[in-house]
């Protein structure tokens, strides 16, 4: 007859369930033209994305930048890069914590 003496352990604890939700959007673009800038984003509207202009000051230069979003859904966001590659855009992604 054999025994094994198995040591108590601790019962594993899950890991808490991350509850930060994220907003994301992507940025189709950046000009220092307004005009630029506003045809982009009126283009983004045509093709049913939601998109704005957001003016900003880098190193005393303005800049027009267009974004598309906010996304609270990867797969719609997801979508949205898709339309824009297909239009030769390579845009940035941009992940914030939601309030």
Known sequence: NQTVEAPKVEAYKSTPKNDIKYDYRLQAGSFR???D???????LI???LTAYKQTTEVNGNTW?????????DRSKLNRAHDILVARSI??????EARK
């Open 64 to 72: 027009h930048r267009v974004f598309v979003g906010p996304f609270q």
């Open 46 to 48: 045509l093709e049913g």
């Open 90 to 95: 390579s845009p940035l992604e941009f992940k």
């Open 33 to 35: 033209s307004e005009a």
């Open 37 to 43: 800038a506003e045809r982009l984003r009126a283009s």
